[in-house]
């Protein structure tokens, strides 16, 4: 748990900062690049974060399968109070809600063809 966290904190650090330096203008597009680059950094070493591929950590579902499971809606509540609980292994990300909202806009994104 403890080398789990020394290895993911620093990328979410660089993830927060790039979320603050990104420019406002063409949202809709910005955000799902933010989003995704989010996921490269805190999800990619145990999820499969792009169209294809298998996950890191097998029982960590690809990213690509959840919003055919149900509306990313239904996570931002977990995303903004911080992902944790039953999640294994998982440091506890706390992510601001415009953070919040790349991370769905990326995932949403995955679910369009
Ligand atoms: C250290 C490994 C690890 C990291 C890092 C990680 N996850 Fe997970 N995640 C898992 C595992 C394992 C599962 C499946 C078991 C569980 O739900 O606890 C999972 C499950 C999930 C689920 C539920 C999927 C479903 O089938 O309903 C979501 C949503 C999720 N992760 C989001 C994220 C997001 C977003 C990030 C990055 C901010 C992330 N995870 C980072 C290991 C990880």
New binding site residues.
Partial sequence: MMS?MNR?MPA?AAALTLGLTLPAADAQAQDIRAGQA??RQ??????A?GRSGR???????P?R??PR??PVEA?EE??GEG?S???????D?Q?SPREVDD?LGY?RSLGRR
């Fill in positions: 789990g993911i979410l989010i996921a805190n999800c990619a070493p145990c999820h974060i996950s890191a950590r097998p029982e960590a579902t990213f399968l959840i499971r149900y996570l977990a995303f992902i609980g039953n999640h294994l292994g998982m440091p990300f992510f991370l995932l």
